[in-house]
Protein backbone atom coordinates (compact mmCIF):
# COMPACT_ATOMS: atom_id res chain seq x y z
CA UNK A 1 0.00 0.00 0.00
CA UNK A 2 1.15 3.33 -0.72
CA UNK A 3 2.51 5.58 2.13
CA UNK A 4 0.76 8.90 2.38
CA UNK A 5 3.80 10.93 2.66
CA UNK A 6 3.80 14.40 0.56
CA UNK A 7 7.23 15.39 1.44
CA UNK A 8 6.15 18.19 3.57
CA UNK A 9 7.38 17.00 6.97
CA UNK A 10 6.61 18.90 9.88
CA UNK A 11 5.54 17.81 13.38
CA UNK A 12 3.10 20.00 15.17
CA UNK A 13 2.99 19.98 19.38
CA UNK A 14 1.52 16.04 19.25
CA UNK A 15 4.05 14.94 16.91
CA UNK A 16 1.60 14.75 14.18
CA UNK A 17 3.14 15.30 10.69
CA UNK A 18 1.27 18.57 9.16
CA UNK A 19 1.79 16.95 5.93
CA UNK A 20 0.23 13.63 6.03
CA UNK A 21 -1.57 13.69 9.11
CA UNK A 22 0.42 10.73 10.43
CA UNK A 23 1.98 10.46 14.26
CA UNK A 24 5.65 10.48 14.09
CA UNK A 25 4.87 6.66 15.43
CA UNK A 26 2.75 5.41 12.37
CA UNK A 27 5.62 7.27 9.90
CA UNK A 28 8.19 5.49 11.22
CA UNK A 29 6.39 1.83 11.63
CA UNK A 30 5.04 2.38 7.70
CA UNK A 31 7.62 0.00 6.29
CA UNK A 32 7.16 -2.62 8.66
CA UNK A 33 3.26 -2.21 9.38
CA UNK A 34 0.86 -4.88 8.07
CA UNK A 35 -1.48 -3.80 4.88
CA UNK A 36 -4.17 -4.27 7.94
CA UNK A 37 -2.59 -1.62 9.75
CA UNK A 38 -1.46 0.63 6.77
CA UNK A 39 -5.31 0.41 5.90
CA UNK A 40 -6.56 1.83 9.23
CA UNK A 41 -3.73 4.39 9.53
CA UNK A 42 -5.18 6.07 5.48
CA UNK A 43 -8.92 5.50 7.33
CA UNK A 44 -7.79 7.65 10.13
CA UNK A 45 -6.32 10.72 8.09
CA UNK A 46 -9.32 12.64 6.75
CA UNK A 47 -10.57 13.30 10.09
CA UNK A 48 -7.41 14.42 11.17
CA UNK A 49 -6.83 16.67 8.49
CA UNK A 50 -10.35 18.46 9.48
CA UNK A 51 -9.05 18.42 13.12
CA UNK A 52 -5.47 19.86 12.50
CA UNK A 53 -6.65 22.24 9.78
CA UNK A 54 -5.53 25.46 11.64
CA UNK A 55 -2.41 24.05 13.00
CA UNK A 56 1.55 24.94 12.23
CA UNK A 57 4.26 22.76 12.07
CA UNK A 58 6.28 23.33 15.14
CA UNK A 59 9.27 20.88 14.53
CA UNK A 60 10.87 19.26 11.69
CA UNK A 61 10.98 15.69 12.11
CA UNK A 62 14.64 15.27 12.90
CA UNK A 63 16.81 12.42 13.48
CA UNK A 64 16.28 12.30 17.12
CA UNK A 65 12.37 12.03 16.98
CA UNK A 66 12.71 9.46 14.53
CA UNK A 67 14.77 7.75 16.81
CA UNK A 68 12.39 7.83 19.99
CA UNK A 69 10.02 6.56 17.79
CA UNK A 70 11.70 3.58 16.92
CA UNK A 71 12.22 2.83 20.50
CA UNK A 72 8.89 3.07 21.55
CA UNK A 73 7.84 0.65 19.15
CA UNK A 74 10.21 -1.68 19.76
CA UNK A 75 9.32 -1.90 22.95
CA UNK A 76 5.54 -2.41 22.10
CA UNK A 77 6.56 -5.08 19.82
CA UNK A 78 8.86 -6.56 22.56
CA UNK A 79 6.15 -6.54 25.31
CA UNK A 80 3.67 -8.10 22.36
CA UNK A 81 5.95 -11.33 21.75
Known amino acids: MQSPCVARC ?18 VGWGSATEERKAQIWAKLEQRKADMVDGENSAILSRAKWLEAEARIANTDNSST
Open 10 to 27: GLNEDDYCMGCYRHIDEI
